[in-house]
């Protein structure tokens, strides 16, 4: 895997140049936003024709059905509780996948013949799919919130390592040495230096890693679960009721787009300033 194809999108790093003004940008935003909500629109349309004409609502549910399931979830309240049982597990699963990925890929970063030596085999492990590390995740840690919390881990670390890792071998060593020059130590190298510059690399590695420790307890729920929205989907699909699945499928994307707006408002500010000091 190569870091450098983990980038963040131009409308994740809204950096508005000295001419625009408060008008322009307001009217950007707006514009941008009417052409969603016009897409959405549009996508719904087409999925209601296409439902029972083209398609068998056996396969193809329409929309209101799919709505009516999201709404007898929400008054029973199991959609709520499913969301939890899926996001604390995918969190406390990206919680320590963070903090190895950052830990190892400092201490690769700057232990350039112990990383020369690794990487063949950290790709190696990369590699390996992760549904073909279940049966052994299951004989280790047994089923239940600890598989999941393991395979969210193991889903997020990788992606999560390789930025981390990428993003500080890239930081420039001319800063560094002037920060040498001025009687910095080495903690302040890493803390003010290292870090910093590496940061939008590492919220680049949180927006793939998160969403992936989500897919990761999915696919626990999917296998082995008796909660969550893995097995409300599985349970579903199980019971060939097409508007239930279609149903759990658009909260998985819920939850993944309301990981991504959170993660990019948190960050917005740091990120701005990255960018900005490239045009300085």
Same mark, same amino acid.
């Given at each position: 895997?190569?870091?450098?194809?983990?980038?963040?999108?131009?409308?994740?790093?809204?950096?508005?140049?000295?001419?625009?003004?408060? %008008?322009?940008?307001?009217?950007?935003?707006?514009? &941008? !936003?009417?052409?969603?909500?016009? /897409? *959405? #629109? +549009?996508?719904? =349309?087409?999925?209601?024709?296409?439902?029972?004409?083209?398609?068998?609502?056996?396969?193809?549910?329409?929309?209101?059905?799919?709505?009516?399931?999201?709404?007898?979830?929400?008054?029973?309240? %199991?959609?709520?509780?499913?969301?939890?049982?899926? &996001? !604390?597990?995918?969190?406390?699963? /990206? *919680? #320590? +996948?963070?903090? =190895?990925?950052?830990?190892?890929?400092?201490?690769?970063?700057?232990?350039?013949?112990?990383?020369?030596?690794?990487?063949?085999?950290?790709?190696?492990?990369?590699?390996?799919?992760?549904?073909?590390?279940?049966?052994?995740?299951?004989?280790?840690?047994? !089923?239940?919130?600890?598989?999941?919390?393991? #395979? +969210?881990?193991?889903?997020?670390?990788?992606?999560?390592?390789?930025?981390?890792?990428?993003?500080?071998?890239?930081?420039?060593?001319?800063?560094?040495?002037?920060?040498?020059?001025?009687?910095?130590?080495?903690?302040?190298?890493?803390?003010?230096?290292?870090?910093?510059?590496?940061?939008?690399?590492?919220?680049?590695?949180?927006?793939?890693?998160?969403?992936?420790?989500?897919?990761?307890?999915?696919?626990?729920?999917?296998?082995?679960?008796?909660?969550?929205?893995?097995?409300?989907?599985?349970?579903?699909?199980?019971?060939?009721?097409?508007?239930?699945?279609?149903?759990?499928?658009?909260?998985?994307?819920?939850?993944?787009?309301?990981?991504?707006?959170?993660?990019?408002?948190?960050?917005?500010?740091?990120?701005?300033?990255?960018?900005?000091?490239?045009?300085?």
């Amino acid at each position: 895997m190569s870091a450098s194809h983990n980038s963040i999108t131009g409308d994740d790093l809204p950096v508005a140049s000295a001419s625009a003004g408060p %008008s322009s940008f307001t009217s950007r935003k707006l514009r &941008l !936003i009417g052409g969603r909500v016009a /897409f *959405i #629109i +549009a996508i719904l =349309l087409l999925w209601h024709f296409a439902s029972g004409n083209l398609v068998k609502t056996f396969y193809l549910p329409k929309p209101a059905a799919v709505l009516g399931e999201l709404a007898g979830w929400i008054n029973d309240g %199991s959609l709520w509780s499913n969301i939890a049982a899926t &996001l !604390i597990p995918a969190m406390q699963g /990206f *919680i #320590i +996948a963070s903090i =190895l990925a950052i830990v190892l890929g400092y201490t690769l970063a700057m232990a350039k013949f112990a990383a020369d030596v690794l990487e063949p085999f950290i790709a190696a492990l990369y590699g390996i799919p992760i549904i073909a590390l279940v049966p052994l995740l299951i004989l280790w840690l047994g !089923i239940g919130d600890e598989l999941s919390v393991g #395979i +969210a881990a193991l889903a997020a670390f990788f992606l999560m390592f390789y930025n981390v890792y990428f993003g500080l071998r890239e930081v420039s060593q001319t800063l560094i040495d002037q920060v040498l020059i001025a009687g910095g130590s080495k903690w302040d190298i890493a803390l003010r230096v290292r870090l910093p510059s590496a940061l939008i690399w590492v919220v680049a590695g949180t927006k793939l890693a998160l969403p992936h420790s989500v897919v990761g307890v999915v696919v626990a729920e999917f296998l082995t679960g008796n909660k969550g929205v893995g097995f409300m989907l599985s349970s579903n699909a199980n019971h060939f009721n097409a508007a239930g699945t279609f149903a759990a499928v658009a909260v998985l994307a819920a939850i993944s787009f309301i990981l991504d707006r959170v993660i990019f408002y948190l960050t917005k500010r740091a990120l701005m300033w990255k960018e900005a000091g490239k045009h300085n």
